[in-house]
């Protein structure tokens, strides 16, 4: 066995390994570097008696200490629900008028309610309830059967035109392009259009026609000034808030065959609770009355 090489200037052995004459030395590790590296090796060892460490089949080695992160989380879950438990049993009992007037319950409620928008609602609505177009913004303050938090909540429960709910809110315009000739059709939608500050390409013989054939035609639903009716779910038609249009062309497109949006009702699906959780916060938007 060759003898191992020792570096003349150095005084350190070599490794053996030699490139063009220059020859790597075999210094050792600091102590300090050693020392840690010990330190947590040890540490290793201990962790994985104490804790749980090696995966199994269908589960893991429990460790000495029995610790699980699971455990901990689920008592941390089970404090929360001991914590909201008064405020849930609240919400559950009373009406929705009475948890507005209750600043801590509105609050909860409020919260709670966003929670459940985020995951059920910004579909249709948007994340920030401002609607698109077909669904309507729910920060306005233009409600087809009224803003206050109990009719908002009667929509949220039963829903809009919701076939499986007896109690659900409906209201359906007829398609008028069995009933009026295209060119009424154009009369009365430029007349609507009027209301919305959209009629700048109408002649005023149109529009003096279509105010005719809207108290014909319209009126009953709508009312003589065009303000809508809540009771039959009537949209205002006098102000700038339109979920399918305003301009003449859109006007008469909705008036010739109306679409009419579905609202699943979400008492059956979320619970009564979660329903009143949900109107408090659409409500507390700022659109509601």
């Known amino acids: 066995m060759s003898e191992k090489h020792i570096d003349d200037y150095s005084g350190v052995e070599t ?23 010990y330190v947590t090796i ?12 090696w995966p199994l089949v269908t589960t893991a080695t429990t460790g000495l200490l029995g610790y699980s992160s699971r455990a901990e989380i689920r ?23 009475e948890i507005l007037a209750d600043d801590q319950l509105r609050i909860f409620a409020a919260s709670a309610g966003a929670a459940s928008f985020r995951i059920n609602c910004v579909q249709c609505h948007g994340s920030g309830a401002q609607g698109s177009p077909g669904y309507p913004n729910l920060n306005d303050d233009d409600w ?43 009369q009365v939608s430029a007349f609507v259009a009027t209301f919305a500050g959209t009629a700048d390409t109408a002649s005023s013989e149109d529009i003096a026609a279509g105010k005719e054939i809207f108290a014909l035609n319209c009126a009953a639903c709508h009312g003589d000034d ?21 301009t003449p062309a859109e006007i008469a497109a909705q008036t010739r065959a109306p679409r009419h949006g579905v609202m699943p009702g979400w008492n059956d699906r979320l619970g009564e609770s979660a329903v009143k959780e949900l109107a408090v916060y659409v409500h507390s938007l700022g659109g509601g009355e």
């Open 144 to 186: 087809l059967w009224g803003g206050t938090v109990e009719a908002i909540r009667t929509a949220i429960a039963h829903g809009i035109r919701f076939a499986d709910d007896p109690d659900t809110r409906y209201s359906e315009m007829p398609g008028f392009a069995g009933i009026l000739e295209s060119r009424e059709i154009t």
């Open 226 to 246: 065009a303000s809508g009716n809540r009771d039959l779910g009537a949209p205002d038609l006098t102000d700038a808030i339109w979920i399918y249009g305003s």
């Open 15 to 37: 490794t053996g390994h030699e490139w063009d004459g220059i020859r790597e030395l075999d210094n050792p590790m600091p102590r300090w570097w050693l020392i840690t590296w």
């Open 75 to 97: 008592a941390e879950l089970d404090a929360a629900e001991v914590a909201r438990a008064d405020y849930v049993a609240a919400i559950d009992s009373l009406s929705v008028e």
């Open 42 to 53: 040890a540490w290793a060892l201990v962790y994985m008696v104490l804790y749980p460490a």
